[in-house]
């Protein structure tokens, strides 16, 4: 049976790595790279500089990713586009039959708005799954401000800029943390009624914050967010909005 390792490597910074992901990246056989296109080849080169870090002999098999059918709804898009991966998975692994343990680096932690574990549990045959937990960008975001996640005895609701966009602001709620928001769905809420604490390329050497009322940091971020990704040709940023309480 092929044992495959969901290792969670942080948001970029080889110092996220735990000691936990470092024996699990010295112990495989064989690590699937996905490589997403003309623009992104860092996030492919950075994977692989973490794995180097730790050894030199590492067998490395790059796939290319899937593009989404976006003529199809999006939950049916992206059910379409994690069997598509899952197939794409199968295929790398068959060029290297003896290698037995299989490892996949994952951007944060894998349980975190990230669909690695539901493309794993379309392989079949069922690999045994090994999970590394790994910094999530929720937390780099707050380190990076020195704020505290929750306020005191509240909780804290973690959500999409699709939600946010098409939902608007959840009832009830003080703190909402936003993922995977291309749209900046914040410009949708009143700026006077919310603080805001955004960040980009979290842990990197090319880490951009933006903080303070949502009216005032607001259009900061849409215009230091557009020009960061003109630069590289892709982002990966989040946001912590705390409604402003009477």
């Not at 290698?99 to 894998?110: C, F, M, T």
């Not at 880490?207 to 009322?213: D, F, K, M, N, T």
Request: glycine share 8%; aromatic share 6%.
């Amino acid at each position: 049976m092929i044992e495959l390792s969901l290792i969670g490597i942080g948001t970029g910074n080889p110092d996220h790595l735990t000691g936990e992901a470092r024996r699990a990246i010295a112990q495989a056989d064989l690590f699937l790279i996905p490589q997403k296109g003309e623009g992104k080849s860092d996030l492919a080169d950075l994977r692989t500089q973490i794995i180097e870090d730790v050894r030199n002999d590492a067998l490395v098999v790059p796939f290319d990713m899937p593009v989404r059918d976006e003529a199809l709804p999006y939950i049916d898009r992206v059910e379409a586009w994690h069997d598509a991966i899952a197939d794409i998975w199968t295929a790398a692994m068959a060029t290297q039959p003896e290698a037995r343990r299989v490892a996949l680096l994952v951007w944060g932690d894998p349980s975190l708005y990230d669909s690695t574990l539901r493309i794993a549990g379309r392989l079949n045959p069922q690999p045994r799954l090994t999970v590394v937990a790994g910094i999530t960008s929720v937390q780099a975001l707050t380190a990076a401000h020195a704020i505290p996640l929750n306020t005191l005895n509240a909780p804290v609701t973690i959500s999409t800029g699709r939600r946010l966009q098409d939902h608007g602001w959840p009832e009830g709620v003080e703190t909402l943390v936003v993922m995977l928001d291309g749209a900046c769905a914040f410009q949708d809420l009143d700026g006077a009624d919310y603080d805001i604490w955004w960040g980009a390329y979290l842990g990197m050497a090319e880490e951009i914050l933006e903080a303070g009322p949502l009216a005032e940091a607001g259009p900061r971020i849409v215009a230091r967010r557009a020009a960061a990704r003109a630069d590289h040709g892709w982002i990966m940023d989040t946001y912590l909005l705390r409604r402003r309480l009477p």
